[in-house]
């Protein structure tokens, strides 16, 4: 067994907040975003949040920092958009392996100075693998239901050389998260589990979903339940929901699967809803009362915050996370 896995068993894992927000705090220009090394690159750079970990490493270093000082357990890597398809944008496929590789480095150098400062409480990383900006599953073109922008097998090989960096670089586990589109999400399972084979390596895997509205569904149209049933065959550490929602909106959907899994049950959700100028206004104390609701409840095992949240957040979440008993589940699926 993990020691994370032991951990899930012994309380409530707080993951950490959005990496975006902290980062738009920085109020970097496009030469900040360039650094040296890439001043005189062809295409604009600026909003290329991946590629600080080479270019501000260490504003990188001290939100990782500040994270861990406000309780999570867990930090996510700067790797949300790591994969040559996302790359793409930017022109940086190349990049792709350096950037997911330093990026684990940086959160692990900080989990374990924290970890050798509280030995009781092992601090960990996960390699956040983002959905991509394609879909494999529906068409980009109104005109051509049939059309698909990506194949399965090329998202694979994307996530693949993603999965590989991330590992070298250090992360103790996986998150595959804001997935959209399940099959987006199963090519990076599928990778992830070659990785994992042909290493002889088992590293746990975390997965989150997206539920895109009212409706109750993910943009390729599963309910919470279905998408459950849908990725059940893959041995995971922990399955949940994550953004475009807030707290009180995602808590149905965490009922939907709580009792039908024997997964670690996770979310990460918004701080509210977005305000006419996509900012979000929900305060710490009022995000902690609605995720209090959860753990009332008994929902949840790994509980952490996504878009809008900060530090402040994720201490406020933390301190209420440690009131509570994680949800009990029958045994961790092997991993």
Known sequence: MSSIQQALKERILVLDGAMGTMLQAYK?????????????????????????????????????????????????????????????????????YELNYQSAKIAKEVAEEF??????????????????????????????????????????????????????????????????????????????????????????????????????RTLSGQTAEAFLISVSHIPLLSVGFNCALGANLLQPHLEAIASKTDFAISAHPNAGLPNAFGEYDETPEEMGEQIEEYLKKNLINIIGGCCGTSPEHIRVIANIAAKYKPREFATLSAV
């Open 115 to 216: 970890t050798a400062k509280e030995p009781n409480k092992p601090r960990f990383v996960a390699g956040s693998i983002g959905p991509t900006n394609r879909t494999a599953s529906m068409s980009p073109d109104v005109n051509d239901p049939g059309y698909r922008a990506v194949t399965f097998d090329e998202l694979r090989i994307a996530y693949k050389q993603q999965v590989e960096a991330l590992v070298d670089g250090g992360v103790d586990l996986l998150l595959v998260e804001t997935v959209f589109d399940t099959l987006n999400a199963k090519a990076a399972l599928f990778a992830i589990e070659e990785v994992k084979e042909e290493r002889g390596i088992d590293i746990p895997i975390m997965l989150s979903g997206t539920i895109t509205d009212a409706s109750g």
């Open 28 to 96: 970097f220009t496009e030469a900040n975003f360039r650094g040296e090394r890439f001043k005189d690159y062809p295409t604009p750079l600026q909003g290329n949040n991946d590629l600080l970990s080479i270019t501000q490493p260490e504003a990188i270093k001290t939100i990782h920092g500040k994270y861990f000082e406000a309780g999570a357990d867990i930090v996510e890597t700067n790797t949300f958009s790591g994969t040559t398809i996302a790359m793409a944008d930017y022109q940086m496929e190349d990049l792709v």
